[in-house]
């Protein structure tokens, strides 16, 4: 079955969000709110999207690579694709005394590290189902080689802010998915 790109993402946003009806507290995110997850395409210099409140997701999407048995052996009839979906992960600093992260790490409410875990419960092996009850991935999506990790870049500082003092340390979760693009005729 093809399906595009956009319902794919849509499916592990929702995957994300948990919402206040939720009646167990997973890791202190009882709530993990729509306008906390925002899609983004940029990648390395380029501004990314306003960091807003303690803490924020990021879903950035790849490019799309060929798996080349299906290509070779099928053409149009079956061709997948496979992208990597980072999750990037935003946690604002400021939030212990100057020589330490504790709070930031590891704080049972916004913690970066506690986040990180999160979002692999959710989403490593997750298997979005269409509205219909079909598959939308070739197979579950996987977590994959984590290229780019890093809890304070330089380069995603605001602009004028001083470099030894960044607002946010960030972190980042690559995610491979293998699906059927809609091919039109």
Known sequence: MSVDLKTIVNAIKTQLILDDTATDDYWGYSIIYPDMVKISAKF??????????????LIRIGSA?????????????????????????????????????DEMLFNESY???????????RLQLFDPLSDTGSRLLMEPMRLDDNYGSAYSDPAQYSQGQ???????????????IKYAPTLRC
Do not use: W
């Open 65 to 101: 690579k060929p798996i080349e048995g299906f290509v070779g052996g099928s053409g149009r009839i079956a061709s997948f694709v496979k992208r990597h979906l980072e999750i990037v992960i935003r946690t604002r600093l400021q939030l212990d005394v100057s020589d330490r992260e």
């Open 111 to 121: 913690g970066h590290c506690i986040m990180e875990e999160f979002i692999i419960d």
């Open 44 to 57: 390395n210099n380029a501004p990314s999207p306003k960091f807003t409140g303690d803490r924020d997701i």
């Open 162 to 176: 001083d470099r030894a003092t960044p607002a946010y340390g960030q972190s980042l979760l690559a995610f491979e």
